[in-house]
Nanobody, 123 residues
Framework: QVPLVESGGGLVQAGGSLRLSCAASGRPFSSYTMGWFRQAPGKERENVAAIDWTAGRTYYSDSVKGRCAISRDNDKNTVYLQMNSLKPEDTAVYYC????????????????WGQGTQVTVSS
């Protein structure tokens, strides 16, 4: 059973919005740091956003800061990424990720990965 399942990707015009969701199952992820990476063709996987288990600490890459908001609902074992003012350069496969500690996440010591959801932004 895949522990992390993403949804919400799709095709959107530049300037539009999408909300990605990641549902965790099979174990309690409420104490994990959760977040999103993305990978465009021919590029390295980029850490986009993260949120610790208390939702007291968040991280955003410079490329999405001010345009995206990460949140989580521990009762639903779900993490969200609201993406606004989307640009063609945001086109990528977005992966949900979980790490035991916030520092581990930022160091890319990821314990669980989702299978990814495609986001395509047309110009």
């Amino acid at each position: 059973q895949v522990p992390l399942v993403e949804s919400g990707g799709g095709l959107v015009q530049a300037g539009g919005s999408l909300r990605l969701s990641c549902a965790a199952s099979g174990r309690p992820f409420s104490s994990y740091t959760m977040g999103w990476f993305r990978q465009a063709p021919g590029k390295e996987r980029e850490n986009v956003a993260a949120i610790d288990w208390t939702a007291g600490r968040t991280y955003y890459s410079d490329s999405v800061k001010g345009r995206c908001a990460i949140s989580r609902d521990n009762d639903k074992n779900t993490v969200y990424l609201q993406m606004n003012s989307l640009k063609p350069e945001d086109t990528a496969v977005y992966y949900c990720a979980a790490a035991r500690y916030y520092s581990d996440y930022l160091s890319r010591e990821i314990e669980y990965w989702g299978q990814g959801t495609q986001v395509t932004v047309s110009s």
